[in-house]
């Protein structure tokens, strides 16, 4: 991850359709984050759901943002994955997420705006189903825990580098 000491506001963007199973994580672990980091100053999450360009703003807003959302990297059902800076507009090279056009099209016109976050990583978990059904499955609820502390470790990291 990224250890550029941070000041300002981390942006935390949860993406993703809770309709379609796994595809919700993004959005499944944000009360886990929002109980995890109440203590922490300058913290700012958010549930992009699946809102597409309406999410440039907070995109643009952002100096330190770290985006949630299901990543189907062919890897084994509830696999952490983990992207940092350019990696991440290289991971919409693969038809990963079922909303990913909007998102890809937000972070493509931060970028040409010169409105970039100055750090950014995507934290996602592998989807076991995206099958229609509004909780996750067994596997992959199971390693929210997981997934939250990668998303927290990387806040602390940002926080406490010298």
């Known amino acids: 991850m990224t250890n550029r000491k941070v000041e300002s506001k ?3 963007l949860g993406i993703g359709n809770t309709l379609f199973s796994d595809e919700g994580v ?11 980091l109440k203590e922490v100053d300058q913290i700012e999450i958010i549930e992009g759901l699946t809102d597409g360009m309406r999410l440039l703003g907070p995109v643009e807003e952002a100096e330190n943002l770290i985006i949630i959302d299901a990543i189907n990297a062919g890897k084994e059902g509830g696999t952490i994955i983990s992207l940092v800076g350019e990696e991440i507009p290289a991971y919409f090279g693969i038809k990963m997420s079922i909303h990913q056009l909007g998102f890809q ?4 016109a931060a970028k040409m705006r010169d409105r970039y976050p100055k750090q ?16 996750l499955t067994e596997t992959n609820r ?5 997934l939250a502390n990668a998303v927290i470790e990387q806040v602390h990291n940002w926080r406490n580098v010298s």
């Open 10 to 12: 981390i942006t935390i």
């Open 26 to 36: 993004g959005i499944h672990l944000l009360p886990l984050l929002e109980e995890a």
């Open 105 to 108: 099209e937000v972070l493509l």
């Open 120 to 135: 950014i990583v995507m934290f996602g978990m592998q989807p076991t189903s995206l099958e229609l059904g509004v909780e």
């Open 142 to 146: 199971q390693k929210l825990g997981e």
